[in-house]
Nanobody, 115 residues
Framework: QVQLVESGGGLVQPGGSLRLSCAASGSIFRVNVMGWYRQAPGAQRELVAVITSGGITNYADSVKGRFTISRDNGKNTVYLQMNSLKPEDTAVYYC?????????WGQGTQVTVSS
């Protein structure tokens, strides 16, 4: 069993910052990919950023230069530092863990960017 527990969402003004965290527990193979996806109302879920267990990252073009993904392998935790937030970043953010092509998802955390 693998569980993902997210934290750190909330309401922030445009231009503000938030940091999301996601802790994974259970049977976790050390070679994996962790990341964040988001889903706005009426839209499909989309990739935000991912990071491999070796530290290779990939970002959506819309967040490059504003968001930074990182991870602590010893704690099986992934972080998403979000700066210069825009109203269009408003969405439910989901943590993802991929092990050998099997996806595990967190419950989602709401991020709202509004004045």
């Amino acid at each position: 069993q693998v569980q993902l527990v997210e934290s750190g969402g909330g309401l922030v003004q445009p231009g503000g910052s938030l940091r999301l965290s996601c802790a994974a527990s259970g049977s976790i193979f050390r070679v994996n990919v962790m990341g964040w996806y988001r889903q706005a109302p009426g839209a499909q879920r989309e990739l935000v950023a991912v990071i491999t267990s070796g530290g290779i990252t990939n970002y959506a073009d819309s967040v490059k230069g504003r968001f930074t993904i990182s991870r602590d392998n010893g704690k099986n935790t992934v972080y998403l530092q979000m700066n210069s937030l825009k109203p269009e970043d408003t969405a439910v953010y989901y943590c993802n863990l991929r092990i050998l092509r099997i996806d595990y998802w967190g419950q989602g955390t709401q991020v709202t960017v509004s004045s």
